[in-house]
């Protein structure tokens, strides 16, 4: 799944005309960047949330014959639903139970998205969140032995410790990328428009949700940085 339903704010103006997915980033646009990182690591069938300026993404893959994947939509045209809450409208197309790929619109990376594949895999775990050491606002707190522990806001200060860590909590930027096990929609409570970390956050205490540290691949957050992008 690639979530690119976002309004962009971070962009304006620049996404006051466009949704930020059709940005480009060294001449493509970041939804081009998402869908050839994902086919370039196997991946055949997406699907992609919309809101913002949708007609004008649909109309990009539907010109670009898809990239020759296997693209649908999932239309939030009516209500924009965060993270979590597209997550959850997309379900029903993960079916069987194979673990599937989500990752932002915004980010550039080359990561080699079938080790972490294979990392969740034979680590059982619910959910495997992609992070990185690097200066945030907020972290991701994980234990020593990689399980999803709570969150912190270094501005605010606030602290949310879900669960007893196991050695000393390391503190981790989360890089929109992630694993997802099916078996996640049947533990989705959450009604209407809802971020996907908090979710991740409530599930950890009882389930096992762990890190994978890259620090070595190409990862950029182009959706908060209107330097990076073309004019």
């Known amino acids: 799944m690639i979530l690119a339903a976002g309004l962009g704010t971070r962009l304006r103006p620049l996404t006051d005309m466009i949704p930020k997915a059709l940005v480009k980033y060294k001449g493509t646009t970041l939804l081009e960047h998402a869908i050839r990182h994902l086919g370039q690591n196997g991946v055949k069938e997406i699907i992609v949330n919309v809101h913002h300026h949708a007609e004008q993404v649909i109309d990009f893959l539907n010109v670009n014959k898809n990239f020759g ?3 649908t939509i999932s239309d939030e045209t009516g209500q924009l639903l965060d993270t979590g809450g597209g997550l959850k409208k997309a379900g029903w197309f993960f079916t069987g139970s194979r ?8 980010i550039i990376s080359d990561l080699d998205l079938r080790k972490v594949h294979e990392h969740h895999s034979c680590s059982g ?3 495997t969140l992609v ?16 399980l999803l522990c709570g969150w912190e806001n270094r501005i605010t200060g606030e602290k949310i410790i879900t ?17 997802i096990s099916p ?3 049947d533990l989705i409570t959450e009604e209407g428009t809802f971020p996907v970390i908090g979710l991740f956050l409530r599930l950890s205490g009882d389930h096992k949700i762990v890190a994978f ?3 070595n691949s190409v990862w950029l957050d182009v959706g908060k940085n209107v330097r990076m992008i073309d004019d």
């Open 69 to 71: 994947m296997n693209i």
């Open 125 to 127: 775990a619910m959910t």
């Open 213 to 215: 540290t890259d620090n």
């Open 99 to 106: 673990p599937f790929i989500v990752r932002n619109v915004d």
């Open 131 to 146: 992070v990185r050491s690097r200066e945030t606002s907020r972290y991701l707190l994980f234990d020593s032995s990689g």
């Open 183 to 185: 078996e996640i929609f």
């Open 163 to 179: 669960r007893q860590p196991e050695g000393k909590l390391r503190s981790l930027a989360f890089s929109g990328i992630q694993v």
